[in-house]
């Protein structure tokens, strides 16, 4: 069970910290990724996160974003900076998996120019 927050509208250059909230056991052992879904897009992948630490970022978006972890509260972050209209999207956590959980409902990231 998956459960994201921490989305909402902000300007052009503003930022956001999304949350996501695994509800299960093994959270440290998984690698774990945000995607996000753009209306009349394909879901894709944004960063990832493996259980070691190392992350990996897509272009667009290294330099502005970075994602991390405590596993202690088994919760994954993404911290997006100086963020972009085409970064408005749904936002989503799952495992970099080929078996992945359940998706939650996402949270929206809306920004205006």
């Known amino acids: 069970y998956l459960e994201e927050s921490g989305g909402g509208l902000v300007q052009s250059g503003g930022s956001l910290r999304l949350s996501c909230v695994y509800s299960?056991?093994?959270?440290?052992?998984?690698?774990m990724a945000w995607y996000r879904q753009a209306p009349g897009r394909q879901r894709e992948l944004v960063a990832n996160i493996f259980s070691g630490g190392t992350t990996n970022y897509i272009d667009s978006v290294q330099g502005r974003i970075t994602i991390s972890r405590d596993n202690a509260r088994n919760t994954l972050y993404l911290q997006m900076n100086d963020l972009k209209r085409d970064d408005t999207a749904v936002y989503y956590c799952n495992r970099n998996a080929k078996i992945q959980c359940s998706w939650g409902r996402g949270t929206q990231v809306t920004v205006s120019s």
């Open positions: 299960g056991n093994r959270f440290n052992l998984f690698d």
